[in-house]
C-alpha cells in the first residue's frame, strides 16, 4: 500500500471559486509530482517539486500554482477555477532508491474535479 | 516531438490466455521503461521497471521486454484471470532528467471467463 494521500477525491465547484487539492506522503520522499489526466487520455507532468522550496512546471501548462514548505505536502491551488479546469488530478511522490532517474512513481488516489 | 503510443483498442482475452501489450516510442532514449496498472477512477500502480540495457524483466506472471533498437516494449500478462482487467500503461523517463515520466495513453485489458 502506497503511503499518499490526496483529498478531496471528489470536488464540484462554481466557476471562480478558489479551490486547493492537498497531497500528502509519509514515506520521506523527496521528488513530488503533480500529474493531469482526462479520460481515457495519458498523464500529463503539470508540477513537481525536488525538495522543499523547490517547485517546477512540467510539460502540461496549467494556471494552478503549488508549493513545497513540509517535505511531506504538496498542495496544488487554483486561484479561480473554470470548467476548463474540469479534469483529475493524481499526485505522486519518488524516492529514486535505484538510483538518479530511476524510482517508481507512488500515487494517490487521484482528485477529481469538476468546475460547472 | 516526443511520443509513446500504446494500443489504442480495447483488448479482450479469455481468461487463461496470456495477453500481450505493445508500447513503442519516437525521439527518445530512455534509460529505463516503467509499466503500470490503473483501475478505474484510480491512481496508476507500479508494476515493473525495465532498463535499457536490460532486454527481459519477470515478476511473477508478468513479463516485460525492452528493445532499444525497435524503440519498443512488450508487456505480457501469463495465465490471465478477470482480475487483470485493467487499463496498463507504459511510461519513460527522459534520460537523467529526475524521475520525470513520460506516460502513454494505456491500454484497457479485459480478461472474459
Known amino acids: 500500500e502506497a503511503d499518499i494521500y490526496q483529498t478531496p477525491r471528489y470536488l464540484v465547484i462554481g466557476t471562480g471559486k478558489k479551490i486547493t487539492l492537498e497531497c500528502s506522503q509519509t514515506?520521506?520522499?523527496?521528488?513530488m509530482y503533480w500529474y493531469q489526466q482526462d479520460p481515457g487520455m495519458e498523464l500529463h507532468l503539470i508540477h513537481y517539486?525536488?525538495?522543499?522550496?523547490?517547485?517546477e512546471k512540467g510539460d502540461l501548462s496549467s494556471e494552478s500554482t503549488v508549493s513545497r514548505i513540509r517535505t511531506e505536502h504538496f498542495p496544488l491551488t487554483l486561484e479561480s477555477a473554470r470548467p476548463s479546469h474540469t479534469s483529475q488530478y493524481l499526485c505522486?511522490?519518488?524516492?529514486?532508491?535505484?538510483?538518479?532517474?530511476?524510482?517508481?512513481?507512488?500515487f494517490g488516489e487521484g482528485s477529481r474535479l469538476t468546475v460547472l | 516531438s516526443q511520443k509513446i503510443e500504446q494500443n489504442s483498442e480495447a483488448l479482450n482475452i479469455q481468461e487463461g490466455k496470456t495477453a500481450t501489450l505493445t508500447c513503442n516510442y519516437t525521439?527518445?532514449?530512455?534509460?529505463?521503461l516503467q509499466w503500470y496498472r490503473q483501475d478505474p477512477g484510480r491512481g496508476p500502480v507500479f508494476l515493473l521497471l525495465?532498463?535499457?540495457?536490460?532486454k527481459e524483466k519477470r515478476k511473477e506472471r508478468l513479463k516485460v521486454t525492452f528493445d532499444t533498437t525497435l524503440k519498443q516494449s512488450l508487456f505480457h500478462i501469463t495465465a490471465s484471470q478477470p482480475a487483470d482487467s485493467a487499463t496498463y500503461l507504459c511510461?519513460?523517463?527522459?534520460?537523467?532528467?529526475?524521475?520525470?515520466?513520460?506516460f502513454g495513453q494505456g491500454t484497457e485489458l479485459s480478461v472474459k471467463p
Open positions: 505522486a511522490s519518488s524516492g529514486l532508491a535505484g538510483g538518479p532517474g530511476t524510482g517508481e512513481l507512488f
Open positions: 514515506m520521506g520522499h523527496d521528488k
Open positions: 517539486s525536488y525538495g522543499v522550496n523547490s517547485t
Open positions: 525521439n527518445y532514449s530512455p534509460a529505463y
Open positions: 525495465i532498463r535499457e540495457n536490460e
Open positions: 511510461a519513460l523517463d527522459r534520460g537523467n532528467q529526475g524521475g520525470k515520466l513520460i
